[in-house]
């Protein structure tokens, strides 16, 4: 007779023989349509990692950071910070031609709008 402590040290058994049942399941497909360019890519980058290219995709996936597309509002923004650039760009050269100290305060004002553009621009609540 058989012990039972014996038994814990053991693999469940199994009468058809075989490889045992996989803990994780790959059961669900996505189909992806690249370019030649692209299928290379991946295929050359998976061969570096030492990888199958399906489990490399699967890798880069995990890890990928998505940013998302700019909003209406946020091309604004970038509308609007083309202008003030263009602005202090404007200004730069009037203050070389009629003096520094005349512009300055403008400048500061411009380059303080521009500042506060960009913060809106770069916030993670994007």
């Not at 509308?79 to 009629?98: C, E, K, P, S, W």
């Amino acid at each position: 007779m058989i012990d039972k402590t014996e038994m814990k040290d053991q693999k469940p058994y199994n009468p058809k023989g075989g490889r045992p049942p996989k803990k994780i399941k790959l059961d669900s497909q996505l189909m992806v349509r690249l370019t030649q360019a692209e299928r290379f890519l991946i295929a050359s980058k998976a061969k570096e990692a030492g990888m199958k290219p399906s489990v490399w995709f699967r890798h880069a996936a995990k890890k990928a950071k998505v940013v998302a597309r700019l909003k209406p509002e946020d091309a604004g923004l970038l509308r609007m910070l083309a202008g003030m650039a263009n602005n202090l760009n404007q200004m730069t050269h009037l203050a070389h031609v009629d003096g520094l100290l005349s512009y300055q305060r403008k400048c500061r004002e411009l380059l303080s709008e521009i500042d506060d553009v960009l913060k809106k621009l770069t916030s993670d609540d994007r």
